[in-house]
């Protein structure tokens, strides 16, 4: 056999597709089967409504053909049903009375045709062939999306936009040779993730990276952490504690949200940087240390030196180089990869198949401001994974938060509305977008906390409930 015979011909045969046809009349799915017949197709009915519904939980048949007038159930409900367990199936309505105000509302409730019997073997098979060729183009692209997927992975981060693809190129660069590096960005934009890629491709992967969240830890909580102590230092100190700095040593300390270190502590991190010693609190000796340090923050930290709320010196120092995440209502592109990553996590956590977004749920993601950036996303698409009783997301699933138009900071509803209802609605939806914490909430909105509290209280409702939250 010759070389050239033996490279097989790659198969072009195309994907089958499920059809289900659902008649009291067994002649008519008799007819709509020899129709349709082909080898690529492979054909179902049955004249059952809850054994059809039975195939659609168990089969999922992009195509469905379905009686309106059956003695055992109305058309219209096992319509919603089937829609129900996957609205992602193309319902074709048949009858033979036709009327104008029912064919409406069959196509508003979710199907996709309308067709008036007797139909001609030609009209079914020419319907049936435009929808077996628009399923075959939907699973294609499912599969083009997941290849797409795995090429657009960059350690556990996804990214298309040319904006993200430049943060990877960024950490691949820095990841060899930094010893200090800057992480920007808004709530939820993936910080720590790039603090830990830059870890895992630094060529101190193997040594430890560890984290200290410096908005967590009070002032004087957070020197002993850093530092360690000796017995004695203080009360409680019953023994000498390494700090965070040294257990770090070889490895890389990551100063989560560094802007709210206070400036007594920036002072004291700062001589670590030039002497590359630490002294445990209560020490007379210092020890040598040499570790690389990631920092991060929400804050923008050139204006804190500005106003004086920040060290000049230690942010030259943390920001020779800097690495900015953009806020994700800036990079929409990468939704619909971030959307497949998180119902992935999401199908394995909860143990259930869901598997995807209808078209309908995708646009109303893509509206929304997301100014909690993916960690709301993620937020949004758990809880809707949970909700959800079937295997695909639909705009029901979705919070009011998101489903909510907020164009131009304003939908129809809030033309008309006094302001403090807009205000009220708006807080709502940014405490929603941040898990409720009403710090971050403040940020966002630019509003002092004591303000926010004072807003919140206000909005009380007369039984002295708070809007969101306590
Ligand atoms: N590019 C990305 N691809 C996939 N998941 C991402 C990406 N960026 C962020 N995430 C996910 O979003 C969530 C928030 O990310 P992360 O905690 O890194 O953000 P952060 O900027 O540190 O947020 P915060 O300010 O709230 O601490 C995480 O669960 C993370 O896995
Ligand atoms: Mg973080």
Redesign the pocket.
């Known amino acids: 056999m010759s070389e050239l015979e033996q490279i097989k011909k790659p198969e072009s045969r195309e994907s089958k597709v499920t059809v289900l046809a659902i008649d009291d009349e067994a002649g008519f799915l008799e007819f709509v089967g020899e129709a349709i017949s082909d080898e690529n197709v492979d054909f179902l009915s049955t004249t059952d409504p809850e054994e059809a519904l039975t195939i659609v939980q168990r089969w999922h048949p992009p195509v469905i053909l379905l009686d309106l007038n059956m003695p055992k159930a109305a058309g219209m409900e096992v319509l919603g049903r089937i829609l129900g367990i996957d609205p992602n199936a193309d319902v074709v309505m048949l009858t033979a009375d036709y009327s104008t105000e029912s064919a409406v509302r069959a196509i508003q409730q979710g199907a996709c045709d309308y067709l008036v019997k007797p139909i001609t073997v030609e009209r079914l098979r020419e319907r049936v062939r435009l929808l077996l060729q628009e399923a075959r183009r939907r699973e294609h692209r499912t599969r083009l999306e997941e290849d797409v997927y795995h090429s657009l992975q960059f350690e ?4 298309q936009s040319p904006i ?1 693809q430049e943060v990877f190129v960024a950490i691949r660069r820095i990841a060899p040779h930094f010893r200090t590096v800057l992480i920007g ?10 603090a830990r890629a830059l870890h895992r491709l630094s060529p101190v992967a193997s040594k430890p990276l560890v984290v200290c969240n410096c908005a967590a830890i009070t002032e004087t909580l957070l020197e002993s952490e850093l530092f360690g102590s000796v017995r004695g230092a203080f009360t409680g100190a019953s023994q000498d504690r390494i700090g965070l700095i040294e257990a770090a040593h070889g490895g890389v300390l990551f100063l ?2 560094i802007g709210e270190m206070s400036q007594a502590m920036q002072a004291k991190l700062l001589r670590v940087f030039q002497n590359q010693e630490v002294r445990q609190v209560g020490a007379t000796a210092s020890r040598k240390v040499d570790v690389r340090v990631i920092a ?1 923050t ?1 804050r923008d930290l050139r204006k804190m030196v500005s106003q004086g709320q920040f060290r000049e010196d230690l942010y030259y120092r943390l920001s020779m180089i800097e690495i900015k ?1 953009p806020p994700l209502a800036e990079r929409k592109e ?1 939704l619909r990869l ?1 959307e497949q ?2 119902l992935r996590r999401c199908a394995t956590e909860l143990k259930k198949p869901v598997a995807a977004l209808t078209g309908r749920a995708q646009t109303v993601l893509s509206r929304h401001s997301w100014p909690g ?3 709301e996303l ?1 937020n949004v698409l758990g809880r809707a994974c949970m909700m959800t009783a079937t295997n695909t997301i639909d705009v029901r699933d979705l919070p009011d938060s998101v489903k909510t138009v907020v164009a131009g900071g304003s939908n129809g509803d809030d033309v008309l509305a006094p302001l403090a209802d807009v205000q009220k609605r708006h807080i709502e939806r940014v405490l929603q977008s941040v898990d409720g914490n009403k710090a971050r909430a403040a940020e966002i909105l630019q509003i002092s906390r004591s303000s926010l509290y004072r807003i919140l209280q206000e909005s009380s409702d007369p039984s002295g409930n708070a809007l969101v939250g306590s």
Not at 156 to 159: I, P, R, W
Request: negative net charge.
């Open positions: 556990s981060m996804v990214g993200m960005g808004a709530t939820g934009t993936g910080k720590e993730l790039v989560d949200e991060s929400h995440l990468d971030l990553g998180i950036n993916i960690r993620e």
